[in-house]
C-alpha cells in the first residue's frame, strides 16, 4: 500500500464548514495527488504536488485548495463544503522502481468519505 | 481532451471462464496505462503498469495489452475465480506530472 494512510476516513459535515482532510505517506514520495470518486464520474483529479510547497490544480479544483509544508503530509481543503462536494475523496503516491516517467505507478490510499449535509 | 472508456459496464461469468476486460482512450500520446481493481467501499489496487512503449505485461493469471496507435488495452484474467469479483479500472498517464486520465470501471461478477 506503499504506506499512505488518510484521515479521517468518514466524515459527516454540513454545508458552509470548513473541512481538512489528511493524506499522509511514509516513504519520502516527491509526488502527491487528491481524487475525487462519484458515480458516472469516475476518479477525477483535484489537486497535485510535486514537492513541499509545489502544488497545482487538476481536473476538478473549484472549491478545494491543498498545502503540503512537508514531504509525509499533503493537506486537501474544502474553504466551504457543500453538497456537490459529496464524496469518496483518495489520495495517490506516484512511484517509480526503476527511474523514468513511463514506469512511474501510481498507489492509492485507502480513501475518505465525506457526506455534506 | 484525453478521454477513456471502459465498455462493458458491466459483466457476470461462470467461475473458470476467461476474463476479457477493454479499455480505449483518444489520445495515443500517453506516457503509460495503468489497470486497477477496487473491491466494494474499499481504495484501489494497483494490478498491472505498461509502459507506451511495451505491448504487453503480465503478472500470474493476469495480462495486459496495449495498442497505443489504436487507442486500446485489453486485460486478460485466465480461470476466473469469485474472489476476481469486483470494478476494474483503467487509466492513461497524461503528462510528466503523472495525472492520470481514469475510465469509469468495468464490475465484475464471477458465479460460483
Known amino acids: 500500500d506503499a504506506g499512505i494512510t488518510q484521515s479521517p476516513r468518514h466524515k459527516v459535515t454540513e454545508t458552509g464548514t470548513p473541512v481538512t482532510l489528511r493524506c499522509h505517506q511514509t516513504e519520502n514520495h516527491r509526488y502527491m495527488y487528491w481524487y475525487r470518486q462519484d458515480p458516472g464520474h469516475g476518479l477525477r483529479l483535484i489537486h497535485y504536488s510535486y514537492g513541499v510547497k509545489d502544488t497545482d490544480k487538476g481536473e476538478v479544483s473549484d472549491g478545494y485548495s491543498v498545502s503540503r509544508s512537508k514531504t509525509e503530509d499533503f493537506l486537501l481543503t474544502l474553504e466551504s463544503a457543500t453538497s456537490s462536494q459529496t464524496s469518496v475523496y483518495f489520495c495517490a503516491i506516484s512511484e517509480s522502481k526503476n527511474g523514468g516517467y513511463n514506469q512511474e505507478t501510481q498507489y492509492f490510499g485507502p480513501g475518505t468519505r465525506l457526506l455534506v449535509l | 481532451k484525453q478521454e477513456v472508456t471502459q465498455i462493458p459496464a458491466a459483466l457476470s461469468v461462470p467461475e473458470g471462464e476467461n476474463l476479457v476486460l477493454n479499455c480505449s482512450f483518444t489520445?495515443?500520446?500517453?506516457?503509460?496505462l495503468q489497470w486497477f481493481r477496487q473491491d466494494p467501499g474499499k481504495g484501489l489496487t494497483s494490478l498491472l503498469l505498461?509502459?507506451?512503449?511495451?505491448r504487453e505485461q503480465t503478472s500470474g493469471r493476469l495480462n495486459a495489452s496495449l495498442d497505443k496507435s489504436s487507442g486500446r488495452s485489453t486485460l486478460y484474467i485466465a480461470a476466473s475465480q469469485p474472489g476476481d469479483s469486483a470494478t476494474y479500472l483503467c487509466a492513461v498517464r497524461t503528462d510528466s506530472w503523472g495525472k492520470l486520465q481514469f475510465g469509469a470501471g468495468t464490475q465484475v461478477v464471477v458465479t460460483p
Open positions: 489520445d495515443s500520446a500517453i506516457y503509460n
Open positions: 505498461i509502459q507506451s512503449s511495451q
